[in-house]
């Protein structure tokens, strides 16, 4: 018998009033989930993924509405039902994980009575079962202690165990259809491969439905059956996860696919391709084919005439495509054609860090400790850092949060003093030297990118301005003609119009802020430029632009550049050198090559189990980390991996600082393992058709 979907939209049309008029925010959308069935909605940021996630939970707000179309959960159509119907069903039959999960807890209440809120509410049960219940479930979701997790409040917890709360929470009344919007975007890889094997386990388990949002196209692959690719509030494919990802059959959907480092890329002879041009606003949509202006496959006549429709893919009937050309494209005449960039020797050493030690003293000011004069804790967030970076070099420092990236950023940049070792620039020893007392001509040697583009530009100037007060404030040039010629050199390099020298941040997008950021950052000439998560806020193909932008401009300038991230992906595609943390020490360094193959620290071994990769012919090990990083207040003796290491060989590793093993070549691992398991390691990633791919 055929079974009744979950959940099926109907050509849905959704819009919003404004000032301005009706925006159409999603036009003739058909989803259709089938019971335990996960499917995937991918796209960049704008192209109404969330917005039907919002129409779904009946959430759009007070000028959203559903301006035609259907959505029907379980046969009925979910725009009939009162309010006190909807209310009955979210939580219960439909709930939805949020990227934030501040945003999903309260504050000034405990954990466990927000969780027990949901049975109370939605079935017939005392105030003690729904207790047990939330108790049981947070086992299930694999935190540690429940009952002191039900005990405290949401800001007691890491951020990673805030978002297995929600996730329980959302999980509590065994849902039919579960939302999961970027629910792992902020989150570690580690903690986010261990939330995605769980939500994939429960799901199993209740039988529940799974509607997955992200623009993470490898956590599709592993969460999902189907995948439906957005653009411009259409859908413009929709099929299996497999014929997606080996057959795709629109240009925005392999334009996407050219954005993402898989295995095989390389920023110099294979860089990415970014996708030209920006998504159209609602009310500047192009005749035709939305995705025609920014389409190397584009032809007038059949891209910008009547509306295009979805058809299906000859021999594939649930596979549809919405391309008027898809079955006559030459797929072998290239799309946008990748620019290679020659690649520049790395030089002489800029940077020499040499045990180098970071420690914060907390005092406890209670009457208390006051009383029985407890002697102040020491944080140890940087512990025996050494490594090099050389001219035109990039190297990237990888690890979870809290292992003390950042905190080495801040003493680099003059935001902290180190506690002991040295940081030499250009030999001059910086450890000691805060910003207010370093020259300017050595604080325009050391520039940063920051994360959030966002939050670092003012405003209230425009962008040629901050960028002109960089040029000024480190002498580069003072004749005011000389440094209009220096923004608009700069901006020719980060290849924006020289116009926008005149714009405000407002009226820029969060690719083009980003551009901006990097431009000032470049301004001072700087030896050294810190990149601290610069294209994690980003979508796949803004982040293939920003990383070969900073590659072309690394390049040309010969900067050093310190690239801080989480995205292993990224890193193996821009870095030259890896540095890894954990707990505030260096696990294993080398070049990116030696790193990303055996033998590994079983750390790295780990991280690069749960990279998700967007690619079906890759094989990878899976390796699941218990428990959570330690507290660098209480750090474990011996091996600071050694509470979580899924190859501790025993005591040794409990009591002894674990040695530094040169593997050769600069390749250093600090571990007890013996050099025979180092040497029967097997590699994390395997890709079984890799000839075909390089042809």
């Known amino acids: 018998m055929e079974q009744t979907p979950i959940l099926e939209c109907r050509n849905l049309c959704i819009s919003y009033d404004t000032r301005g008029g009706e925006i159409p925010a999603v036009i003739d959308f058909n989803l259709t989930v089938m019971p335990g069935q996960g499917v995937g909605i991918v796209g960049e940021s704008g192209c109404g993924k969330s917005t039907v996630a919002l129409a779904i939970m009946q959430y759009l707000g007070s000028n959203g509405y559903i301006k035609s179309g259907e959505i029907f959960f379980h046969g009925r159509d979910m725009r009939t039902m009162s309010e ?345 020893d910086l450890a000691y030297l805060p910003v207010q007392k370093r020259k300017a001509r050595t604080v325009g040697h050391l520039q940063m990118v920051f994360q959030n583009p966002f939050d670092t530009l003012n405003p209230s100037h425009s962008v040629g301005s901050q960028i002109a007060r960089v040029i000024r404030k480190f002498d580069v040039e003072s004749d005011p003609k000389k440094v209009r010629d220096k923004v608009n050199d700069l901006l020719d390099l980060v290849k924006l119009p020289r116009d926008f020298a005149h714009r405000r941040p407002r009226q820029l997008s969060g690719g083009q802020k980003q551009r901006i950021g990097i431009a000032r950052a470049f301004a001072g000439n700087p030896a050294v430029v810190v990149a601290d998560e610069p294209v994690s806020a980003l979508d796949v193909s803004v982040q293939a632009a920003v990383t070969g932008l900073l590659t072309e401009i690394q390049n040309d300038l010969k900067s050093t550049l310190l690239f801080i991230s989480h995205d292993l992906s990224v890193v193996r595609y821009l870095s030259d050198r890896v540095v890894v943390m954990y707990l505030g020490h260096i696990v294993e360094q080398g070049t990116t090559d030696e790193v990303f193959s055996p033998p590994y620290h079983p750390y790295t071994e780990a991280l690069l189990s749960a990279v998700p990769i967007a690619d079906t012919s890759v094989e990878q090990k899976q390796i699941i980390l218990k428990g959570d990083i330690p507290s660098a207040v209480n750090p474990p003796p011996g091996c600071p991996f050694q509470t979580r290491c899924p190859r501790k060989i025993g005591s040794i590793c409990e009591t002894d600082d674990p040695p530094i093993k040169d593997m050769g070549n600069g390749h250093m691992i600090g571990c007890h393992l013996d050099a025979d398991v180092f040497a029967a390691m097997e590699p994390v990633i395997v890709i079984h058709n890799e000839d075909e791919k390089a042809s």
């Open 84 to 428: 006190e119907e909807l209310r009955a069903l979210r939580g219960s039959k439909i709930a939805m994980i949020y990227q934030e999960p501040m945003a999903s807890l309260n504050p000034s209440m405990k954990i466990g009575d927000q969780l027990a809120e949901v049975p109370l509410f939605h079935e017939d049960v005392s105030r003690n079962e729904a207790l047990k219940r939330a108790q049981d479930l947070l086992e299930a979701v694999k935190l540690p202690d429940p009952p002191r997790i039900m005990d405290s409040y949401p800001h007691q917890i890491s951020g990673g165990q805030q978002q297995r709360v929600v996730i329980a929470m959302a999980l509590l009344s065994k849902p039919d259809l579960l939302l999961l919007d970027e629910p792992t975007t902020a989150l570690d890889v580690t903690v986010e491969r261990g939330i995605v094997e769980l939500v994939k386990e429960i799901s199993a388990e209740f039988g529940t439905a799974m509607i997955y949002i992200s623009h993470n196209l490898g956590l599709i692959l592993d969460t999902c059956d189907r995948v439906t690719v957005m653009y411009s509030g259409e859908a413009v494919e929709d099929g299996t996860v497999e014929e997606v990802f080996d057959e795709m059959r629109h240009p925005y959907t392999t334009g996407l696919f050219a954005s993402i480092p898989l295995p095989g890329a390389d920023k110099n002879e294979r860089p990415l391709v970014p996708i030209p041009g920006q998504l159209p606003l609602p009310h500047q949509r192009p005749q035709g084919c939305f995705f025609g202006p920014r389409c190397a496959f584009f032809r007038d006549g059949p891209c910008n005439g009547e509306k295009v429709t979805m058809r299906p893919v000859e021999g594939e009937e649930r596979h549809t495509v919405r391309c008027a050309r898809f079955e006559e494209i030459d797929w072998a005449e290239g799309d946008h054609e990748a620019v290679t960039v020659k690649s520049v020797k790395s030089g002489k050493v800029v940077l020499e860090v040499k045990e180098m030690k970071k420690h914060y003293e907390i005092t406890d000011s209670s009457i208390m400790s006051l009383i029985r004069r407890t002697p102040p804790k020491t944080v140890k967030a940087n512990e025996n850092i050494n490594f090099n970076a050389r001219e035109a070099e990039t190297v990237a420092i990888v690890g979870e949060s809290g292992c003390g990236k950042s905190t080495f950023a801040k003493v680099l940049m003059g935001l902290e003093e180190a506690t002991e070792g040295s940081v030499v620039l250009n030999g001059e």
